[in-house]
């Protein structure tokens, strides 16, 4: 498998503009997370799937942001309209969650800069 | 608040030296990980610790869970420029829970 597929690895957008980020998780895992990372705030988890249904959404910062699974081999995380404090590094990972010590694979990462 | 706390936030050595991160809680937990997050990547799975007073060791890092369970500890021997990133403790729950995090520059 090739793990988790993110894309693009890199996007600079303008104040305003719809941003779609895209995942491709590991083949069998059921399991689905969005996470943001920021040097100020770490890792922070927006959403997560499981069985490609939203178990806990408190993440996400207010409505701009949404996100999709329509199936099991992929998501999208979108924010409309995106402003400058939205740039950061956004992580797909996904997991067999609910095996004994099971863990996250991650992705690679989409860098977002907002102007 | 945070259920995980690491510390140090930041730490730089030097090539050789050894060091020691810590991530503590108040809760007790079945098991931990410990991940490495390289710059620009995202974060891997180094260990699994389960047993209270659990020592595990890979290469040069090793990895203890308390004897409570409510924390956990990674010692480097003699680190190296390869070592450099962030080092994350993580429970499992219905999902991760990420401690927050410590990054370590090792300098030639």
């Known amino acids: 498998d090739a793990g988790v597929i993110q894309s693009p690895r890199h996007e600079v957008t303008e104040m305003g503009q719809e941003v779609t980020l895209r995942c491709k998780p590991i083949?069998?895992?059921?399991?689905l997370f969005w996470y943001r990372q920021t040097m100020m705030r770490g890792l922070e988890l927006l959403i997560y799937f499981n069985n490609n249904v939203p178990i806990d959404d408190s993440g996400m910062p207010e409505d701009r942001f949404s996100a999709k699974m329509p199936n099991a081999s992929f998501s999208t995380l979108k924010i409309q309209p995106s402003e400058p404090r939205d740039s950061a590094v956004y992580f797909c990972?996904?997991?067999?969650?609910?095996?004994?010590?099971?863990?996250?694979?991650f992705g690679q990462g989409t860098r977002l800069t907002v102007v | 608040t945070q259920l995980l706390e690491q510390s140090p936030q930041f730490l730089s050595i030097q090539e050789g030296e050894n060091l020691t991160v810590y991530c503590n809680s108040s809760?007790?937990?079945?098991?931990l990980q410990w991940y490495r997050q390289e710059p620009g990547e995202g974060p891997v799975l180094l260990v699994t610790?389960?047993?209270?007073?659990e020592v595990k060791k890979l290469k040069r890092l090793t990895f203890q869970f308390g004897d409570a369970r409510k924390d956990s500890s990674l010692h480097i021997t003699a680190a190296q420029p390869g070592d450099t990133g962030l080092y994350l403790c993580v429970f499992t729950g219905n999902q991760f829970y990420f401690g927050t995090g410590t990054s370590l520059t090792v300098i030639p």
């Open positions: 083949s069998g895992h059921n399991s």
């Open positions: 610790v389960v047993t209270g007073g």
């Open positions: 809760s007790v937990f079945s098991s």
């Open positions: 990972a996904s997991s067999p969650l609910g095996r004994l010590n099971t863990e996250a694979f």
